[in-house]
T-cell receptor, first 119, second 112 residues
């Protein structure tokens, strides 16, 4: 179990460019989540997958954002025509039905994040 | 509308004393509550959770208390250690695999 991996860890881009982030979840986890975190805020939910199906998308996920999980394993988050307001830490997390431990809670395991800076 | 609120942005505690971090929520559909800890340049790490059918859950130095009627929970750390210095996030979810909703976090500093 190598945990949740995210790549790249840092990305600096110019406004208007497209960027793509990759997330490799824990191998036995069938649920995968994308969150965004800005300074002074907690993680904000963007979207989540169960296997390859995208089950929910937040209002935060504008048309410029698209996420995929083609084979139910790794996922990509693409941002088209980046804006300065997209600068944030993009966090990926995964979980499974048995991640609830003793309380039954949906315990998410997070990666270290991909920090995006849009100039 | 912020469904999970952590009204104290920061807290400073002396080593060996108790740290109490508070969290309030507004959505009565929430059934599960979790605390995460975050160090700089790392993702949040799960700490402890509680379901709405309980009012207390303990794991070593960490205890979470839930007051469902007041829609309030708290995390107690005793004794506090310098390594506990981090940002603590309260999170909640409704039943099932619904995504977690996070508060803004409280930065805890434990002073030696």
């Amino acid at each position: 179990d190598t945990g949740v991996s995210q790549d790249p860890r840092h990305k600096i881009t110019k406004r208007g460019q497209n960027v793509t982030f990759r997330c490799d979840p824990i191998s036995e986890h069938n649920r995968l989540y994308w969150y965004r975190q800005t300074l002074g805020q907690g993680p904000e939910f963007l979207t989540y997958f169960q296997n390859e199906a995208q089950l929910e998308k937040s209002r935060l996920l504008s048309d410029r954002f698209s996420a995929e999980r083609p084979k139910g394993s790794f996922s990509t988050l693409e941002i088209q025509r980046t804006e300065q307001g997209d600068s944030a830490m993009y966090l990926c997390a995964s979980s499974s039905r048995t991640s609830g431990r003793a309380t039954g809670a949906n315990v998410l395991t997070f990666g270290a994040g991909s920090r995006l800076t849009v100039l | 509308d912020q469904q999970v609120k952590q009204n104290s942005p920061s807290l400073s505690v002396q080593e060996g004393r108790i740290s109490i971090l508070n969290c309030d929520y507004t959505n009565s559909m929430f059934d599960y509550f979790l605390w995460y800890k975050k160090y700089p340049a790392e993702g949040p790490t799960f700490l402890i959770s509680i379901s709405s059918i309980k009012d207390k859950n303990e794991d070593g130095r960490f205890t979470v208390f839930l007051n469902k009627s007041a829609k309030h929970l708290s995390l107690h750390i005793v004794p506090s250690q310098p390594g506990d210095s981090a940002v603590y996030f309260c999170a909640a979810s409704a039943t099932g695999n619904t995504p977690l909703v996070f508060g803004k976090g409280t930065r805890l500093s434990v002073i030696a």
